[in-house]
T-cell receptor
Framework: AQSVTQLDSHVSVSEGTPVLLRCNYS??????LFWYVQHPNKGLQLLLK??????LVKGINGFEAEFKKSETSFHLTKPSAHMSDAAEYFC????????????FGQGTTLQVKP | GAVVSQHPSWVICKSGTSVKIECRSL??????MFWYRQFPKQSLMLMAT?????????EQGVEKDKFLINHASLTLSTLTVTSAHPEDSSFYIC??????????????FGDGTRLSIL
């Protein structure tokens, strides 16, 4: 069965420092992986997606993620955090049932300190 | 990606009333939409898959008579919380699946509806 584990429930960084949000997945096939961001009382916005093309995926707002099959990881990074990056981040894998369903991680809260 | 509009964004109502939430795909014909529920500081929980022109597919444990879903057109799905009670208070989010036969495409989400039942 597919699953997603976000290794940190809360990450705190200072503005201008790098961001690393960790995600491991479990999948019996070649998965499609996504990172979404959710600001308070808002829906989810797609940051980036991996669908078996390049393993280093660039997304919006300076975020990127690297798909590492050997480590079953899809960590999200950003070189320099901005105050506006403070939000909830979800690592998501597509369900292989071909129904379009998504399997969500538990989320990581990113705090950015001035 | 698809632009999704969800309405209302916030609703407060008395216990026992029914509340309808609309999810519109503004620039994309969506045969499939999804409805989620999110509790505070938790991840999203899929409630049901809404299919245009047919019955919704509900996840295990979700009461289909409590949460009525209608997907009568390619741009509109509605979720009606019937006879709402305080335990139904939550954040409800809809999404539209991008792409036709490509099931591994991302979903695009509405801004959610905060439902508070007094």
């Amino acid at each position: 069965a597919q699953s997603v584990t976000q290794l940190d429930s809360h990450v705190s960084v200072s503005e201008g420092t790098p961001v690393l949000l960790r995600c491991n997945y479990s999948s019996s096939y070649s998965p499609s992986l996504f990172w979404y961001v959710q600001h308070p009382n808002k829906g989810l916005q797609l940051l980036l997606k991996y669908t078996s093309a390049a393993t280093l995926v660039k997304g919006i707002n300076g975020f990127e993620a690297e798909f590492k099959k050997s480590e079953t990881s899809f960590h999200l990074t950003k070189p320099s955090a901005h105050m506006s990056d403070a939000a909830e981040y979800f690592c998501v894998v597509s369900d292989p049932s071909n129904t379009g369903k998504l399997i969500f991680g538990q989320g990581t809260t990113l705090q950015v300190k001035p | 990606g698809a632009v999704v509009s969800q309405h209302p964004s916030w609703v407060i109502c008395k216990s026992g009333t029914s509340v309808k939430i609309e999810c519109r795909s503004l620039d994309f014909q969506a045969t499939t939409m999804f409805w989620y529920r999110q509790f505070p500081k938790q991840s999203l929980m899929l409630m049901a898959t809404s299919n245009e022109g047919s019955k919704a597919t509900y996840e295990q444990g979700v009461e289909k008579d409590k949460f009525l879903i209608n997907h009568a057109s390619l741009t509109l799905s509605t979720l009606t919380v019937t006879s709402a009670h305080p335990e139904d208070s939550s954040f409800y989010i809809c999404s539209v699946m991008d792409g036709g036969p490509y099931r591994n495409q991302p979903q695009h989400f509405g801004d959610g509806t905060r439902l508070s039942i007094l």
